[in-house]
C-alpha cells in the first residue's frame, strides 16, 4: 500500500475501497471500531461459531482500516484518511482491552466453551499489514508472544510439530474440538503462520 505506484489504479479502485469500507461499518454493533460477529459462522470458517469482537476477524479489520488509511493519504483524500486512523486507534483500544488476555488474543469476547481458545489464524491482519509494508498492528512483544503461544500449543502439541499448526487449541493443550474447522490444519493458515513469524524475527519456529 505504501509502495502504491499504479496511481491510476489506486484511483480507479478507490471508490469501491471507500464502498466496501463504509458497509462494513454497519458491524459495529457498540461503536468501539470493531465489527462484531452474530453468533454464527459468519466469516471465512464458515462451521466455526463467533461470539462478539473475534481475533480474526477483528485483526482483519484493524488491517483494513491501516490500509484504507495509507491508501487514502496515498491518493490525497486527508479526511478519510484522518477518519480511518481515528476508527483503527479506537478499535485497537477494544480490540487489546477486550481480547488480549496477557499472552494471545483469544478467540472471541463471548462466553462460549472455546471463547479462549487459541486459534493458529489470530495474527493474519498483521500478517496483511506487514506484507503491505505497513506498521505493526501491535507492539512487538504481543506479536512475538502471540506467535510463540501458537508455535507452543498449535504446532508442538500436535505430532510433535510435524504436521502444521491445527486451527484451534484450548490452553489446556486440547485441540479445540467444537467444529470440523476449529480441529483442522490447515496448509494455508499454517504457511500465513510462518510467514507471520518470518516478519516478526521468528524464524526458528517458522521452520
Request: aromatic residues 12%; negative net charge.
Given at each position: ?8 489504479f489506486?484511483r ?15 458491524f459495529?454493533?457498540?461503536g ?6 452474530d ?9 466455526w461459531?463467533v461470539?462478539g469482537?473475534s481475533?480474526y476477524?477483528g ?13 487514502a ?35 472471541d469476547?463471548?462466553n ?5 481458545s ?6 493474519a ?25 501458537i ?13 502444521g ?11 479445540d474440538e467444537?467444529?470440523m474447522q ?16 518470518i ?5 526458528e519456529?517458522?521452520?
Amino acid at each position: 500500500v505504501n509502495t502504491l505506484l499504479d496511481m491510476a489504479f489506486g484511483r480507479e479502485v478507490w471508490p469501491a475501497v471507500c464502498a466496501a469500507m463504509d458497509y462494513m461499518n454497519q458491524f459495529d454493533r457498540d461503536g468501539d471500531g470493531l465489527i462484531e460477529n452474530d453468533g454464527f459462522p459468519d466469516q471465512t470458517y464458515d462451521a466455526w461459531t463467533v461470539h462478539g469482537i473475534s481475533a480474526y476477524c477483528g485483526c482483519l479489520w484493524l488491517a483494513s482500516l491501516q490500509a484504507a488509511a495509507a491508501m487514502a493519504h496515498r491518493l490525497g483524500d486527508h479526511a478519510y484518511a484522518e477518519k480511518c486512523t481515528i476508527k483503527f486507534l479506537t478499535a485497537k483500544h477494544a480490540f487489546e482491552s477486550k481480547l488480549w488476555n496477557g499472552s494471545y488474543f483469544n478467540y472471541d469476547s463471548g462466553n462460549s466453551s472455546n471463547s479462549k481458545s487459541i486459534q493458529a489464524d489470530q495474527l493474519a491482519g498483521q500478517w496483511y499489514a506487514a506484507s503491505s509494508g505497513l506498521p505493526p498492528l501491535f507492539d512487538e512483544n504481543k506479536i512475538r508472544s502471540t506467535l510463540q503461544k501458537i508455535f507452543d500449543f498449535n504446532v508442538m502439541k500436535v505430532r510433535g510439530g510435524r504436521i502444521g499448526a491445527v486451527n484451534g487449541m484450548h490452553p489446556n493443550g486440547k485441540v479445540d474440538e467444537s467444529c470440523m474447522q476449529s480441529r483442522e490444519i490447515w496448509t494455508g493458515v499454517t504457511y500465513a503462520l510462518s510467514a507471520t513469524m518470518i516478519l516478526a524475527g521468528m524464524e526458528e519456529q517458522a521452520t
